[in-house]
C-alpha cells in the first residue's frame, strides 16, 4: 500500500455515495446490453417499457398484463422483468442477484437442527460395482472413475460424521466379490485403496464382466458379522451395506432371497444407489430390509436413482447422517444403553520434526503389531502408497493412560488391558450433533437496521431502506435485508458467514462472546 | 487419527511454493487477567502488544498484499481491534488528509509516530487504541467472571473472517457490491487482491490464492474452557487447512491448544521464559504455511489428547462415554442417566464398571475373541 493508494481511498470514501451509483451503474448496463445481444432481446425491451410505465403501482399484475400468450415465458422472465435499467436503477440488479443468490444458498443449506439420538457407532460395507458398464462415459470421465472420486469425499465425510465408525469396501466385478478393503476405521486406509483402484496401468481391478449382488451380499455381510463379534459393544453398532449399482441385472450363482433373508435375520440396513435404472431386485432389497414398519417413504430415502452428477452425489452424502434410531432400539432403551469405558490416550512422537512428511524413523515398538513379519507382508500387499503410510504411522504412537503401553494406531482396543483407545477429538467431532446450532432467521427489511457490518466477518450491510427516494418503495433493494440474526445472542451475519457457521463451524460467534 | 487426517491435507493440495501469494495473519492475543498475573515478573501486556506489532508490521512489509487481523478475547468477550471498519476508517481518512504533516488527531494522542509508514501506522493506531479501551473495561468490569475464557468465540470470529477473505475473490456468489466497498474502505489492503488491478497478483488471481493462519498468544492456564466450541473451531480450521499456531506463556502447557494446533499442522511453542517473545516471534512463527514442510520446525512431540468432562468440566484421559451421544464422563452419574441426551444405561454394565474386576474379565473376552473362533 503506497501514497497514491492512500489518496484513491481518501476521494473514494469521500463521494462513497457517488462511486457506488457510478460503479452499480455501470453493472447494470452492461449486463443488459449482453441481454440485449442474447436471444431475450423482446423480453427486455418489454421489461422496460413496462417498467417505466409501472413507476408507483404494483408491478406484477402489470406484468402479467403485458405478457401476451407465452404464459410459459412469463414466469422465467418476470425476474428479469423487474430489472429496471433506466437511471434510478440505482444497484436494484446487484441487490436482485444477490437475493437470488442468497435464497439459493439458504435453500442448499442443509436442516441442521434436525433431531439426533441416533446410535452413532456404524459398520457400513461399501459394495462398489466394478462390471463392464461402469465403463460407461454417461458420467465424466466414466462411471467407474466419478464414483471412485465421489466415494473418496465420501469416505472422508462419513468419518468425519461418524468419528468411531468403520467401513469397508467390497467390488462386484466378473462375477464374484472382491475385498478391496477390510473394515477398518481409519479413512486414509480406505483412501489409498481407492487410490489404487484409479491407477491407469497394471490396474487388476479394471472393470470387467458381470455384476453379481448375491456374492458381494454374502462376502458384506460376513464381514459384517466378523467385526460384529469382535467388538465390545456390539449391541450399539448399526449394521449397513451400501450399493452403489451401475448395472442392470445382476448374475448369481444360487437364489439370492435367501441371502436377502439372512440379512433380514442379522439386521443389516442396506441403501442403493443406482446409476441407470430402477431395478426389481434392488427395491426389493431395499425394502425387506429396511424396517417395513416405517413410512411408506423408505423407497425413496433408501434405494436412489442418480440424475446426474451432483445428484449422485447428493444421494452419498445422504448415506454420511446416521440412521435413525429404529424402533426396535426404543425398545432396547428401557432396559438402558452401554455404557462405554474408554482412554484417551497422549501421542508420543519421538522424532524431531513436527511433519511427517520428514521421518527420522526412530525405532519404536508398538503392542498392537508385535509381529514384524506379519505387519511387512500386510504393508506389501498394500502396495506402494499403502507402505508409505505403514511406515510413517509406526513413528507416532499414543499411550495407553491405564498400562503405559503404546499402540500406533487409532482408534483401537488396547492389546494389553482391553482398554477402548480412542483419541478425543473423534468423539468431539460428532459433538455439533449434540448442541445443534439454531438457525439463524432472516431479518425483515426495515428502515433502518441497527447493525451495519456482519458480526462474524465485518462485511458491510446494504443499508436501509430510508436511504432510498420516496418513489423507491418497491424497489429490489428492500427485497433483503441481508441479514440474518441469531436468535440467542441477537447478532446479524452475512449470508456466507450464516452458511459457514451452520455448516462448517457450529459455533455462533456470537453467542460464545456472550 | 488426526495425523492420518493431516496426510489426506497434504495430499490433496501438492506443494508448489506459491512466492507471492498474499497472506492473512489473524492473531488471537487472550487477556484473560489470572494468566497475565501470573507471569506478571516475565512480562506484562505492553510488552507482548509490542511484539506482537512488530510481528504484525514484519507480516505486513514481506508482502505488498499482505493482511492482518487482531482479535482479543478477555472475559468480556472477543472483540476485533484491527480492522475495525466503523472506527479505524475515519482516522485513516483523517490520517490520509494530512499526510506528512504532524499527525493532528484531536480526539486521541498519538500512539504511534506519525512518520511510520502508513500501513503499518494504519494497525499500529487501530490495536493500540483498542487495546487500551478494552483493558479499560477490563479493570471496571466486575470480577465475577474474571476466569472466564472467550478463546471459543475469538476461534470463531477469526475463522469466520479468514473464510470471508477466502472467498472473496469468489465475490459474484457474496453479496456483491457490499463486499467491494467494504474491503476497499475498511482493509484498505485487501482491494488489491480482489477489485482494483492495480496490483499484478489480481490479474492473476485464482480462487484460493490466499494464506491463511491463526497465531494465538495465550497466558491461560485455565483447562476449564468450552470443550466443545473450541473443538468444532479446531475442525473447521482443519477443514480449511488453516493452520492454528500457539504461543503458550507461562510453565503450564494448554491441552486443548495444544490438540488444536496438532489437528491442524500448525506450531505449538511453550515460552516459558517470554522475554525475548519477539524472536520466538520472528523465528518460529514467521513461517507462511506453504513453506513449512521445507523446514524443521519446534516439534510438537508430546501432545495430550485429554478430553473434557461434561459433568465436571475437569479434563480427562480415562472416561466412561455413553454411546449414543459420545458424550465424555470422568464419573459414573449417579441417577444412572446420560447428562447429555438423557438415555438410561445399562444396569448390568454400570455394576460391572463399578466393580474392579471389569479389568480382567473383560480383557479374557478379548482374548478369547482374538485369537479363537468368535462366540456366537
Ligand atoms: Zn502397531
Ligand atoms: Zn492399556
Ligand atoms: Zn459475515
Ligand atoms: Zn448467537
Ligand atoms: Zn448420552
Known amino acids: 500500500m503506497d501514497e497514491s493508494d492512500e489518496d484513491y481511498v481518501a476521494t473514494n470514501n469521500g463521494k462513497a455515495v457517488v462511486s457506488d451509483r457510478d460503479s452499480s451503474e455501470d453493472f447494470s448496463d452492461s449486463d443488459s446490453s449482453i441481454l440485449g445481444d442474447g436471444v431475450s432481446k423482446r423480453t427486455r425491451s418489454r421489461g422496460r417499457s413496462s417498467g417505466r410505465q409501472t413507476r408507483g403501482g404494483p408491478m406484477q399484475s402489470n406484468l402479467k398484463g403485458n405478457s401476451g400468450g407465452y404464459s410459459w415465458e412469463d414466469e422465467y422472465q418476470r425476474t428479469w422483468d423487474i430489472v429496471k435499467d433506466d437511471d434510478d436503477g440505482v444497484g436494484s440488479l446487484q441487490t436482485l442477484v444477490q437475493t437470488l443468490i442468497e435464497s439459493r444458498k439458504k435453500k442448499i443449506m442443509k436442516n441442521p437442527s434436525t433431531p439426533f439420538q441416533r446410535g452413532i457407532i456404524r459398520t457400513m460395507i461399501v459394495i462398489i460395482d466394478g462390471s463392464e458398464v461402469m465403463l460407461e462415459r454417461d458420467l465424466r470421465p466414466t462411471r467407474f472413475s466419478m464414483m471412485l472420486s465421489l466415494l473418496q469425499e465420501f469416505i472422508l465425510e462419513f468419518f468425519d460424521q461418524n468419528p468411531i465408525s468403520q467401513m469397508g469396501i467390497v467390488m462386484m466385478r466378473n462375477g464374484i466379490a472382491i475385498r478391496i478393503s477390510d473394515v477398518s476405521g481409519s479413512p486414509q486406509y480406505h483412501i489409498d485403496k481407492i487410490r489404487q483402484l484409479k491407477t491407469k496401468q497394471h490396474n487388476r481391478f479394471e472393470p470387467k464382466g458381470d455384476p453379481s449382488l448375491q456374492n458381494s451380499l454374502e462376502l458384506a455381510r460376513s464381514l459384517l458379522m466378523y467385526n460384529f463379534n469382535n467388538k465390545v459393544n456390539d449391541t450399539q453398532n448399526s449394521k449397513e451395506i451400501l450399493i452403489i449399482f451401475g448395472a442392470l441385472f445382476t448374475s448369481d450363482p444360487g437364489n439370492i432371497h435367501k441371502t436377502i433373508d439372512n440379512l433380514v435375520k442379522d439386521d443389516i440396513k442396506i441403501k442403493i444407489i443406482g446409476l441407470a435404472a430402477q431395478v426389481a431386485i434392488c427395491e426389493e432389497i431395499v425394502r425387506r430390509t429396511n424396517s417395513s414398519k416405517t413410512s411408506s417413504s423408505y423407497i425413496n430415502t433408501n434405494y436412489g436413482v442418480i440424475m446426474n452428477e451432483s445428484h449422485f452425489k447428493e444421494l452419498l452424502m445422504d448415506c454420511v447422517i446416521p440412521l435413525p ?84 494406531q487409532l482408534p483401537t482396543i488396547c492389546p494389553i488391558c482391553g482398554l477402548m483407545l480412542i483419541l478425543s477429538t473423534h468423539l468431539a467431532r460428532s459433538y455439533h450433533h449434540l448442541v445443534p446450532l439454531e438457525a439463524y432467521k432472516e431479518v425483515p427489511t426495515m428502515e433502518e437496521y441497527e447493525s451495519t457490518y456482519c458480526y462474524g466477518c465485518l462485511l458491510k450491510f446494504p443499508s436501509g431502506r430510508k436511504n432510498a427516494q420516496s418513489d423507491d418503495a418497491n424497489k429490489i433493494e428492500s427485497l433483503t435485508s441481508s441479514r440474518y440474526r441469531c436468535g440467542k445472542c441477537q447478532q446479524d451475519f452475512c449470508i456466507d458467514c450464516d452458511v459457514f457457521i451452520h455448516e462448517t463451524l457450529h459455533n455462533c460467534p456470537g453467542c460464545e462472546n456472550k | 487419527m488426526d495425523a492420518v487426517s493431516e496426510t489426506i491435507i497434504t495430499d490433496q493440495k501438492p506443494t508448489q511454493p506459491t512466492v507471492d501469494d498474499p497472506s492473512l495473519l489473524t492473531v488471537i492475543l487472550d487477556l484473560t487477567p489470572h494468566g497475565w498475573f501470573k507471569i506478571k515478573h516475565h512480562i506484562t501486556v505492553q510488552e507482548v502488544t509490542k511484539a506482537l506489532l512488530v510481528f504484525l508490521n514484519a507480516h505486513l512489509s514481506l508482502n505488498n498484499s499482505n493482511q492482518v487481523a487482531f482479535i482479543v478475547c478477555s472475559p468480556d ?216 514442510p521445507l523446514i524443521i520446525l519446534p516439534s510438537n512431540s508430546n501432545v495430550s489428547y485429554r478430553a473434557s468432562c461434561f459433568i465436571t468440566g475437569k479434563s480427562v484421559d480415562l472416561g466412561y462415554v455413553c454411546s449414543v451421544c459420545l458424550c465424555i464422563m470422568s464419573i459414573i452419574p449417579t441417577d444412572a442417566k446420560c447428562p447429555t441426551c438423557n438415555s438410561h444405561f445399562d444396569k448390568s454394565i454400570l455394576n460391572q464398571l463399578q466393580n474392579s474386576v471389569v479389568l480382567s474379565t473383560k480383557r479374557r473376552k478379548i482374548d478369547s475373541n482374538g485369537r479363537d473362533t468368535p462366540p456366537v
Open chain 2, 77 to 292: 468477550g472477543a472483540k476485533f481491534l484491527y480492522p475495525n471498519p466503523g472506527k479505524n476508517f475515519d482516522g485513516i481518512q483523517d490520517n490520509g488528509s494530512s499526510k506528512g504533516e504532524t499527525g493532528n488527531k484531536s480526539s486521541n494522542p498519538n500512539l504511534v509516530n506519525t512518520e511510520m509508514y502508513r500501513q503499518f501506522r494504519i494497525v499500529d493506531e487501530a490495536v493500540l487504541e483498542e487495546l487500551n479501551e478494552v483493558l479499560k473495561s477490563l479493570s471496571k468490569s466486575n470480577s465475577v467472571n474474571k476466569t472466564r475464557s472467550t478463546l471459543s468465540g475469538a476461534l470463531s470470529l477469526a475463522l469466520t473472517y479468514t473464510n470471508r477473505m477466502l472467498n472473496l475473490d469468489q465475490s459474484i456468489s457474496t453479496t456483491t457490491a457490499s463486499a467491494f466497498n467494504a474491503t476497499t474502505k475498511s482493509t484498505s489492503g485487501t482491494s488489491n487482491v480482489t477489485s482494483s488491478g492495480s496490483s499484478a497478483s489480481a490479474v492473476s488471481t485464482n480462487y484460493t490464492s490466499m494464506l491463511s493462519r491463526i497465531l494465538v498468544i495465550s497466558a491461560n492456564d485455565d483447562d476449564d474452557v468450552k470443550y466443545i466450541p473450541i473443538m468444532n473451531s479446531m475442525f473447521a480450521a482443519q477443514k480449511m487447512r488453516l493452520p492454528i499456531d500457539v504461543a503458550k506463556l507461562g510453565s503450564i502447557s494448554s491441552s486443548y491448544l495444544q490438540q488444536a494446533s496438532d489437528a491442524t499442522n500448525g506450531i505449538y511453542l511453550q515460552v516459558e521464559k517470554p522475554e525475548g517473545l519477539i524472536q520466538t516471534l520472528c523465528t518460529a512463527f514467521f513461517i507462511e504455511s506453504s513453506i513449512r
Open chain 1, 325 to 408: 434410531v429404529s424402533e426396535d432400539f426404543e425398545k432396547k432403551e428401557k432396559k438402558g444403553v452401554p455404557l462405554i469405558k474408554m482412554g484417551f490416550p497422549s501421542k508420543i512422537q519421538p522424532s524431531v520434526t513436527s511433519n511427517s512428511s520428514i521421518n527420522l524413523n526412530l525405532p519404536s515398538i508398538c503392542s498392537c503389531h508385535p509381529d514384524e513379519e506379519n505387519d511387512a507382508s500386510h504393508s506389501k500387499e498394500a502396495g506402494e502408497a499403502g507402505n508409505g503410510t505403514y511406515s510413517s504411522k509406526k513413528v507416532i504412537g499414543y499411550k495407553c493412560p491405564q498400562c503405559l503401553n503404546k499402540v500406533c
